[in-house]
Structures are given as structure tokens and as C-alpha cells.
């Protein structure tokens, strides 16, 4: 009699543990929010929310001006094609260097890849490069997958 109170008290507690983390999973995916501060961490952390939420105008906003900046649909079209790797990406923002009117953010990337009956992560540190325009930070690069390769990047001249 007492080992099945024991048993029923021990599989209810298993029960209650079960619930708890399903909440807290449920509820921690619905927390990222933007930030409301602009320093080059927020705006790094709003351009990748921006991306993942697929809100590509909020994301375009977060770039600097330049004769290589893509157009908005240039930029979305891009992300489009990029969105599988983007899903298996999760970054998380490290530390940040500033230099006068140019900073850097450290991104630590983890991708996962799944191949049938085996998953593979790759984990890795990247930055993202912010210069200062009229008082507030705007990205000049990013890795990948959240960049192209083609944005911010003048064509290499010839030597005379």
C-alpha cells in the first residue's frame, strides 16, 4: 500500500517535471523581441531577428548606405533562397568592439545539418561589421547565411 503511494506520488512529480518543460520551452521561443536601444549588439540582434522573423523591410533597416547596398528586393530575394540555412542556424552574440565610428560584433554560430540517422553541428565564431551613420550603427557585413557575398564588396581593379 505504501510502495503505491510512493509510485503514484513519484510518476505525478514526473508528470508536473514534463509540464514545466514544455511551458518553459513553448513560452522561451516566444521571447525574442526586438531591442529598443541602438548600440551595435541591438542592432546586430534586431537585423538577425528581422531575418528569422522574415521581416526583411525591419532587417533592411539595420543596413548602411553605399553604392553596394542591395535593393530591398535584391535583399529579400537572397535571404529567400538562403532560408534553409538560416533555419538551422542559431547565433548568439558575443562581445563588441568599438573603434571610433566602426565596430564589430562577435556571433557565435552554431548550424546543425541532419543526414539520415546521424546530425552534425558545426559551431563557430564569426563578426558582424557596424560603421556609425548620423548617429546611429548600421551593418556593413555579416556572415553567412544571414550576408551575401555580393553586398558591400567593390570589384577588385586592375593595378595600372
Known amino acids: 500500500m505504501k510502495n503505491d503511494r510512493f509510485l503514484n506520488g ?3 512529480g ?7 518543460a514544455l ?3 513553448f513560452v522561451r521561443q516566444q521571447q525574442a523581441e526586438y531591442r529598443p536601444g541602438n548600440e551595435p549588439n541591438d542592432v546586430a540582434h534586431n537585423y ?8 526583411f523591410e525591419k532587417a533592411y533597416d539595420y543596413l548602411a548606405e553605399g553604392s553596394e547596398k542591395p535593393s530591398l528586393s535584391q535583399f529579400q530575394q537572397e535571404l529567400s533562397r538562403q532560408a534553409n540555412e538560416i533555419n538551422r542556424a542559431n547565433v548568439t552574440i558575443g ?3 568599438v573603434d571610433g565610428e566602426n565596430a564589430s560584433v562577435q556571433l557565435n554560430i552554431r548550424q546543425s545539418y541532419e543526414r539520415p540517422l546521424l546530425t552534425n553541428a558545426s559551431r563557430y565564431a564569426e563578426f558582424a ?8 550603427w548600421k551593418l556593413t557585413s555579416m ?4 550576408w551575401s ?4 564588396y567593390a570589384d577588385p581593379k586592375p593595378l595600372p
Open 10 to 12: 513519484l510518476i505525478a
Open 14 to 20: 514526473i508528470g508536473i517535471l514534463i509540464l514545466i
Open 23 to 25: 511551458v518553459l520551452f
Open 48 to 55: 538577425i531577428l528581422g531575418i528569422m522573423k522574415r521581416d
Open 95 to 97: 562581445e563588441v568592439f
Open 129 to 136: 561589421q557596424l560603421v556609425l551613420e548620423n548617429g546611429e
Open 143 to 146: 556572415p553567412y547565411p544571414l
Open 149 to 152: 557575398w555580393n553586398w558591400y
